[in-house]
Nanobody, 125 residues
């Protein structure tokens, strides 16, 4: 069982930055690939980024955030981060952290086993 708690969301102007954190519980954090998803009002939840379980793990990004967002993890702190730069109003959404057992990261929502409660990110124009 893994519990995930996101933090770091808020209101920011377009062009600004935020860093989201996802603190995980459990002793087997290093066994999980971690991902970030987001859901805008009235839309489906979409993949944002993922990082494989190994230290310095491989990363995958949605095309819409490539070059602006960076996912990272600190296995010692049992935390995964999403650094978001050059934010745009279309980045406004609830951001969710998710955990998937195994080495291979995934862009598919249904392949993730555990989810956080989400944190709101609002980007004003």
């Amino acid at each position: 069982q893994v519990q995930l708690v996101e933090s770091g969301g808020g209101l920011v102007q377009a062009g600004g930055s935020l860093r989201l954190s996802c603190a995980a519980s459990g002793r087997t954090f290093t066994g999980y690939t971690m991902g970030w998803f987001r859901q805008a009002p009235g839309k489906e939840r979409d993949f944002v980024a993922a990082i494989s379980r190994s230290a310095g793990g491989s990363t995958t990004y949605a095309d819409s955030v490539k070059g602006r967002f960076t996912i990272s993890r600190d296995n010692a702190k049992i935390t995964v981060y999403l650094q978001m730069n050059s934010l745009k109003p279309e980045d406004t959404a609830v951001y969710y952290c998710a955990a998937r057992w195994g080495e291979i990261s995934s862009m598919r929502e249904y392949e993730y086993d555990y989810w956080g409660q989400g944190t709101q990110v609002t980007v004003s124009s």
